[in-house]
């Protein structure tokens, strides 16, 4: 039987996408692992699917987006180009080491959750859910990206 990762940097407990993938790649004779920050509320549990959640304890990603975009509105709509120009290279920056903190404890717990297990086909939901899928194929674990 072959194996699917799905990871995803999101909340599930309302978002039936991932849960419609999880019951196709079934009916399609996959066993499929789900990693993501909540698991989703199903009446029925689906074949050969598992959920597993990773509790953050750090700032949500949303959150510092949401920082960083009030900063941006406050700055850099001002008429001066040099401030713009600063300013958003300086929030930018920000916002990427923020981020990337975040996703590495994200990743670190995934590999608590996955171990050594093998997948033929791993798929990053969302953009934050890319390195995790990145750091797993470097270390060869699996076959498909």
């Not at 509320?41 to 949401?66: C, D, L, R």
């Not at 001002?78 to 958003?88: A, D, G, M, P, V």
Request: net charge positive; proline share 2%; glycine share 2%.
């Amino acid at each position: 039987m072959k194996k699917v990762l799905i990871i995803a940097y999101k909340n599930l407990t309302f978002n039936t996408r991932i849960v419609r993938f999880c019951k196709s790649f079934s009916e399609l004779g996959f066993e499929v692992t789900v990693i993501s920050l909540k698991k989703p509320k199903i009446k029925q549990k689906i074949k050969n699917v598992k959920f597993f959640e990773i509790y953050e304890e750090t700032p949500k990603i949303y959150t510092i987006t949401s920082i960083v975009n009030s900063l941006y509105k406050k700055f850099v709509y001002k008429n001066e180009t040099k401030i713009k120009l600063f300013l958003s290279d300086y929030i930018l920056k920000i916002f990427f080491f923020l981020g990337l903190s975040v996703i590495k404890n994200f990743s670190k717990n995934i590999f608590k959750v996955i171990k050594k297990k093998k997948f033929d086909l791993i798929i990053g939901h969302d953009t934050y859910s890319l390195i995790p899928c990145s750091k797993i194929k470097k270390k060869k674990l699996n076959a498909n990206l």
